[in-house]
């Protein structure tokens, strides 16, 4: 089997991360935080960098595929708490994968307004391009992974451009005295608004699916600090230059789209294309991407008995998953505001990383490690899970709702099928004692 090497696995974080999250969160980043939108993106990369080394000790003795869910099994057994709340992982990729339709939405209809209304384009680019990225994962796995490997080299580029031109018009910039203190909102609003768009920073759990092939197993911990890391200044970075760049008015009324915005005052129309090209490539790779690795996670949570095995149905040499993924992402994606499914993938995700963080801390004599992490990242997951959650019930309550209602359902499906799993094994054994008896 080919190994992956710690570069591969960099790449694999970073790319996971600089998806599609930073052109759909950025604006709304801004839009909370104002010129605090800097401070909110590194108090959300403490709480990911935390996290990450989680990950690291639990992937680097763990060696399993199945990444969160076969951490969260080992720590709490196979149950209906960890089928719940594994369920809820798969719920929580597919609000990402709508997240990142939202954004190509967005963007697209920037350069190709097909139709008068706004709104229409939107809708119609956010369905077209989920209903493509199923077609692709139909056609080859070969064609997903080239689309991705490809992508991420594109973005980066176009990205790190973006901030070295960026950083040269800061210097002629206006809008600089933005970031000073006196134009940032309280501490609530800087932390709940780094939450929000905490999804961002979501696609660096994505080494521990590959850390069971990776050529060196004292690499995996590299690999999760460094994309992390490296993520977690480059999402500062253009924050900086978004917010300094930027009249708070212009990202108003650009929220959707500000990166590209943000790219006129130095580059004008050329930049804004680029980064209204980069957008759509870095949205599309991450819904390929997500698509495959979602429907990967329904197979493997019905192989482990957390969901029905109809799951398991494979069409064309790809999980039946795949379909039904898109089919739910479809749905929240064009019935569902932009600022609701960012709060319910950040809170879906901030829950799961508590859950992981603690069953690091449970397995803490398997994993080594230091302890204390454990517990700051616990600590921290629920403070912001915490101001998330309070903020929200502020300004957009529907958000707690549209959450409450997918976690319960998670929970109500993992209990009707234990139940009725425990209900047929309980008739096969009666039957067999009753041929015994009949013998």
């Not at 859950?355 to 912001?384: Q, T």
Request: aromatic share 12%.
């Amino acid at each position: 089997m080919k190994k992956v090497s710690l570069l591969n696995a960099i790449s694999v974080g970073i790319g996971g991360m600089v998806g599609g999250g930073i052109f759909a969160v950025l604006g709304l980043a801004v839009t909370k935080a104002s010129g605090a939108t800097p401070m909110a993106f590194l108090i959300a990369g403490i709480v990911a960098l935390i996290t990450a080394y989680s990950y690291a000790l639990l992937a680097r003795t763990i060696q399993n595929k199945g990444g969160t869910s076969a951490y969260i099994n080992e720590a709490f057994g196979k149950n209906i708490l960890s089928g719940g709340i594994n369920n809820f992982l798969w719920i929580s990729y597919i609000v990402m994968l709508a997240l990142y339709a939202s954004a190509f939405g967005s963007y697209a209809p920037t350069l190709f307004p097909i139709f008068p209304n706004s709104s229409i384009n939107y809708h119609l680019f956010l369905s077209i391009v989920i209903l493509l990225a199923v077609v692709v994962n139909y056609l080859s796995v070969s064609v997903v992974t080239n689309i991705e490997k490809w992508a991420v080299f594109f973005k980066l580029i176009i990205l790190l451009f973006f901030i070295v031109i960026g950083i040269y018009g800061l210097f002629s910039s206006s809008y600089v005295n933005q970031l000073s203190t006196s134009s940032w909102p309280n501490m609530i609003s800087i932390i709940s608004g780094g939450m929000l768009i905490f999804i961002a920073y979501e696609g660096f759990e994505l080494i521990a699916n590959i850390s069971p092939d990776m050529s060196k197993k004292e690499d995996i911990k590299k690999a999760f600090i460094f994309s992390t890391g490296f993520v977690v200044i480059l999402y500062i970075l253009i924050a900086v230059i978004t917010v300094g760049s930027l009249s708070f008015t212009t990202v108003s009324s650009a929220e959707d789209y500000v990166l590209a915005e943000a790219a006129k005052p130095v580059l004008g129309q050329f930049g804004f294309i680029l980064i209204v090209i980069a957008a759509m490539i870095s949205t599309f790779s991450a819904i390929n991407a997500t698509l495959y690795s979602s429907s990967r996670i329904n197979y493997e949570l019905a192989i482990d008995d957390e969901l029905p095995h109809e799951f398991t149905v494979i069409i064309k040499n790809e999980p039946i998953g795949v379909i039904i993924t898109a089919i739910l992402a479809l749905l929240i994606g064009n019935l569902i505001s932009l600022e609701s499914i960012s709060g319910i993938g950040s809170i879906g995700f901030l829950s799961i990383f508590f859950m992981v963080n603690l069953s690091a801390y449970l397995l803490r004599k398997k994993i080594g490690g230091r302890v204390w992490i454990y517990l700051v990242g616990i600590i921290l997951n629920l403070i912001a899970l915490g101001i998330l959650i309070f903020e929200q019930i502020q300004s957009n309550p529907i958000t707690i709702l549209y959450t409450l209602g997918l976690l319960t359902l998670c929970f109500l499906l993992e209990y009707f099928y234990k139940k009725s799993e425990y209900v047929i094994k309980e008739k096969v054994i009666q039957r067999n004692q009753s041929n015994k008896k009949a013998i």
